[in-house]
Structures are given as structure tokens and as C-alpha cells.
């Protein structure tokens, strides 16, 4: 009978520990982060600032984060037009954040951070965003 109660209650305690883990995946399914390494401007015009714009000016996620990593610092520090699209992206409430060493790199990290770019270590965020369940695009 003893052993029947321990049973019940370890049982018990993994579906507790269980539904934990999931609850954080559950509810970020409707976030999304989209890694923006391309250096091709009509790469960063047409296909990931239209629909990063979108996913959150038309509500199609809640929380939607831009990561500027690579090539793609480069191309935002020197290109107005993309600069123009980020300011645009940050007003619709986009959260845009770049990888401090990819800037460094490029020697744009003043700039972007001047572009209110949250330019950071971007090792372990990317990394809580995939495993905390966020949809995740790269272009």
C-alpha cells in the first residue's frame, strides 16, 4: 500500500515537472524572432522587413524580435533606406536587437546602437528564443 502511494505521488510529480517544461513553449508559440543575416538589400526590403513588418503591424504574432547578425549589420548602418525601414519596424513595435561581435566586426556598432538597435551578445538570447518554443524565420 506504502509503495502504491510512493508510486501515485512520483507519478504525480513528473506530470507537474512535465507540464512546467511545456508551459513556456506554450506560451511563446505566438512570438517570433527572425534572424536577419543577409547583406542583399532586396533580401532585407522584400521578403524580411515586409513580413516582419507585418507579422506585427497586422497581428499575425504578438511579439515579433528582428536579430541583425552578419552581413546584415553592415548593410543597416550604410543603406537609408533600410535604415528607414528598421525605424519603421521599431514604431509598429518591432524589437530590434544585432550581435555586438558581427557589429564590431563591421565597426558599426555605434551606429546601429545611435539607431536605438539593441546591439548585444546575441549567443544566448538567440538561444533562449529557440528553446523557449519562439517561431523562428532566417533570411
Do not use: H
Not at 533580401?43 to 504574432?61: D, L, P, R, S
Not at 519603421?88 to 558599426?108: F, N, S
Request: with cysteine.
Amino acid at each position: 500500500m506504502k509503495r502504491n502511494l510512493v508510486l501515485v505521488f512520483l507519478i504525480l510529480l513528473c506530470s507537474v515537472a512535465m507540464a512546467t517544461n511545456n508551459k513556456p513553449m506554450e506560451e511563446n508559440k505566438n512570438k517570433l524572432a527572425v534572424l536577419w543575416t543577409s547583406g542583399d538589400p532586396d533580401v532585407a526590403e522584400k521578403m524580411a522587413f515586409m513580413y516582419t513588418y507585418n507579422a506585427k503591424k497586422q497581428g499575425w504574432f504578438d511579439d515579433v524580435v528582428l536579430i541583425i547578425w552578419g552581413p546584415s549589420a553592415k548593410l543597416a548602418a550604410e543603406n537609408e533606406m533600410i535604415q528607414d525601414y528598421i525605424k519603421k519596424m521599431q514604431e509598429a513595435g518591432v524589437k530590434i536587437e544585432a550581435c555586438l561581435y558581427c557589429a564590431k566586426m563591421y565597426d558599426v556598432d555605434k551606429k546601429l546602437a545611435e539607431m536605438g538597435v539593441d546591439v548585444k551578445g546575441m549567443g544566448v538570447p538567440l538561444s533562449d528564443y529557440l528553446k523557449d518554443g519562439w517561431k523562428t524565420l532566417s533570411l
